[in-house]
Structures are given as structure tokens and as C-alpha cells.
């Protein structure tokens, strides 16, 4: 590993600075993917800004039946929190299908969104050919091995999926990124967060490398305890997803009003279609009405020589998740 420099920030504004010192500092916070990265040589920081201890832990009640995440809230307090199991027991039940109990511990609410892709290319430093890692040397994974990779807003220069369970969550949930630069506050919203690859994929998100997120606002649904978090991998636990479905669903009077759903494990960032959606107001619920939008949501799917399947595992996954969040909402007794 390349030597660093180490610093415990105590504050937002010393954190700004630091970070702004040196085009090679780098946040910290609880180290589950950075340190992993500086180990296998794909990030070398020289410095690193440990935010940690931060005072952006708390999770608290918004105006209007939300709540705000502080960006150093750890996974297991978020997943464990009664505000969000009452508001968002979607997230809690996404932040549970990812890792390991430890790993839960360390890891952080901003550091969940910005965890970089497990692609094996990537990780491997051995293969030179990773426009990610190196731009403009290539991508290994288009004719080699890309069963777990992308088939939704790929590009020419990367394959690769976003692996964070929580933000498929998140995504369909309509959350915002709060974050704050040395000129000030701003809010992203979660769809505009992530970036597709395009000509640049060694860029993940819109967060300016000189910006901390600080807080993530989830907004409060009447219909948020119809929900489902499907994620469908190789094994059991301490997997990442092939393909995932985060969905909740409001049935009144033998008809969907409203219905939100995401899918992870399938494209380079969250992947939710509002138009989707929107083909389903109306109609009666059931596998029909969710395989009509799934077929839009899927509408334009890419797929490559190893994951063609994904194709059809995802129009299942997602009448399965909206069919188990629909009668999680009866079981509850919301059914208009
Ligand atoms: C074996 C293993 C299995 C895993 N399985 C899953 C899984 O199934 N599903 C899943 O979703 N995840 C999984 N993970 C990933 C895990 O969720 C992430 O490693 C973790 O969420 C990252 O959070 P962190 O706080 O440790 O981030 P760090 O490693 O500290 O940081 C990650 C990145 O985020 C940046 N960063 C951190 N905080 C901020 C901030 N507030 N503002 C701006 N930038 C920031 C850092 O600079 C760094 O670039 C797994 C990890 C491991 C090691
Ligand atoms: S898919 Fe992306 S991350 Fe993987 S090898 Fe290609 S460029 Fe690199």
C-alpha cells in the first residue's frame, strides 16, 4: 500500500479544508471499500481525511412524515432505527440484504453510496484494461468474463454495475443527497446522484470530489409498509445482487394510485423508470399490470455474452417484488 498522511477531522469546515488541500486527499469513513481499494493499489490517496467522527450520526424527523440520515450514521443503526422502520422499512430491509453484520457495523450511510463497482477488472490490477481504473486503456469485462455486469445503461467504455443495496432503496424511495462544499450547501437529488458511464466512467457520481455528504432526506410515503426488497444473488448472505428490486405499491379500490420500484444489479446506477410506473396507475394489480412495467423499465436492455439471463430474472424479480409488496399492503389492512 502507498504511504498516506492520516487525519481525524473533528469538524465540517477543518473536513472541507483538508480535503481541499491536496487533489490526492481522500474522506474516510468506516474504510469497508476504501481500504479494500488502497490494498489491491486501485486508489492511492496520499492523504487521508478521516470524517468518522464527524456529528452527522443522527437520524431525526423531518417536516412532513420524512427523516434525515446523518452521512455517518452506520448501516446497522440505520436498518435498526424505529423511525425508519415505521417510514422506510424498504431501506431497512436493503441495508440488511447487504454485507455482513460486521461490515453493517463499519460501514456509513455516505460511504454506502459511494462504494465503487465490484467488477473483478477493477479490483484487479493485473488486468490493464479498465477504463474505470485507467481511463482510456479499455474494458476487459465486454469480451471477457460479464456475468454480473450491466444491461442497462452501459456505454462502449463500461459495463459495470453499481453495487450499494441501500441506494436501489433510496432511488425508490425519491430520497435527497445533502452535501456541503467550501462554497456552501447543496441537494442532489437521488436520481441525479449516480452517473451513467458514458465517455467517462472513472466518475461515479455529481458529488464534486471537494464536497462531503452530510445528511440523506427520505421522504415519508402513506403506503411505505407495502414494500418489498427483493435481491436475488448466489448465495444466501454476503452476496451481491445479480439482479435486485426495491418496490412498494398502493392499492385502493381493486386499483394501483401508486407504485414505486428500482432495480440494482443491472445497470451502472440505480435503475428506476418513472415511466414505468406511470403505465401502471389505473389498472387492476397482478402479474399483467407488473409485467407491462417492467417491460418499460427494461425497454432498450443491452445484454452481453454471459448475462442474458439477468433479462429474465429481472421482469420476474419485479412482479414478484410488487406481487409481495401488494399483499404485505393487504396483510396490513392499507388496501383501499
Ligand atoms: C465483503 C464485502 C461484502 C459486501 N457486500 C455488500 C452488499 O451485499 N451490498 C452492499 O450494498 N454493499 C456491500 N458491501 C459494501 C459496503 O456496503 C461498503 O463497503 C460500505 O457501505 C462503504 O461504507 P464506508 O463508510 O465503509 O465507506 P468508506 O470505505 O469509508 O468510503 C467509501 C468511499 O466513500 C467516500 N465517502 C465516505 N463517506 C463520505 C461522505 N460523507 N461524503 C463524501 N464521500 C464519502 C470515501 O472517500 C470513499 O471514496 C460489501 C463490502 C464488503 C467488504
Ligand atoms: S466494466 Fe467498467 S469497471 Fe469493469 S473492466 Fe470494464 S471499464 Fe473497468
Avoid at 63 to 86: T, Y
Avoid at 125 to 137: A, V, Y
Wanted: overall charge positive; glycine content about 10%.
Amino acid at each position: 500500500m502507498k504511504p498516506f498522511t492520516y487525519l481525524q477531522a473533528t469538524d465540517v469546515p477543518s473536513a472541507l479544508r483538508a480535503i481541499s488541500s491536496s487533489p490526492d486527499a481522500r474522506f474516510i469513513g468506516g474504510g469497508t471499500n476504501l481500504v479494500d481499494l488502497m490494498k489491491y493499489g486501485v486508489e492511492q490517496p496520499a492523504h487521508l481525511i478521516d470524517i468518522g467522527k464527524l456529528p452527522l450520526a443522527n437520524i431525526e424527523p423531518l417536516p412532513g412524515g420524512g427523516v434525515r440520515i446523518g452521512a455517518l450514521a452506520r448501516n446497522s443503526d440505520i436498518a435498526n432505527h424505529l423511525l425508519i422502520r415505521e417510514k422506510a422499512p424498504l431501506l431497512a430491509e436493503a441495508i440488511v440484504a447487504g454485507a455482513s453484520p460486521q461490515l453493517r457495523n463499519a460501514a456509513t450511510a455516505g460511504g454506502n453510496l459511494m462504494q465503487r463497482t465490484r467488477c473483478y477488472y477493477f479490483y484487479d490490477t493485473g488486468f490493464t484494461q479498465c477504463n474505470k481504473r485507467i481511463p482510456g486503456s479499455g474494458c476487459a469485462a465486454r469480451d471477457g468474463l460479464n456475468r454480473i455486469h450491466a444491461i442497462l445503461g452501459t456505454s462502449d467504455k463500461c459495463i459495470a454495475t453499481n453495487p450499494s443495496d441501500m441506494s436501489v432503496a433510496l432511488a425508490a424511495i425519491g430520497a435527497t443527497v445533502q452535501v456541503q462544499g467550501n462554497s456552501g450547501p447543496r441537494s442532489i437529488p437521488f436520481a441525479d446522484f449516480h452517473r451513467l458511464p458514458g465517455e467517462t466512467p472513472q466518475i461515479d457520481t455529481n458529488l464534486n470530489k471537494e464536497e462531503l455528504i452530510t445528511a440523506i432526506d427520505v421522504p415519508g410515503f402513506p403506503f411505505a409498509l407495502n414494500y418489498c426488497y427483493l435481491k436475488v444473488r448466489d448465495r444466501r448472505s454476503y452476496a451481491f445482487a445479480l439482479v435486485s428490486v426495491a418496490a412498494m405499491i398502493d392499492v385502493r379500490a381493486g386499483k394501483i394510485h401508486d407504485v414505486r420500484f428500482a432495480l440494482g444489479g443491472v445497470a451502472p446506477k440505480p435503475w428506476r423508470v418513472p415511466a414505468a410506473e406511470q403505465q401502471v396507475i389505473g389498472q387492476e394489480p397482478g402479474a399483467e399490470a407488473y409485467g407491462n412495467a417492467a417491460d418499460v423499465a427494461l425497454k432498450g436492455a443491452r445484454t452481453f455474452p454471459h448475462n442474458a439471463f439477468k433479462l429474465e430474472l429481472a421482469r420476474r424479480s419485479i412482479i414478484r417484488a410488487l406481487t409481495t409488496a401488494a399483499v404485505k399492503g393487504e396483510r396490513n389492512g392499507n388496501v383501499g
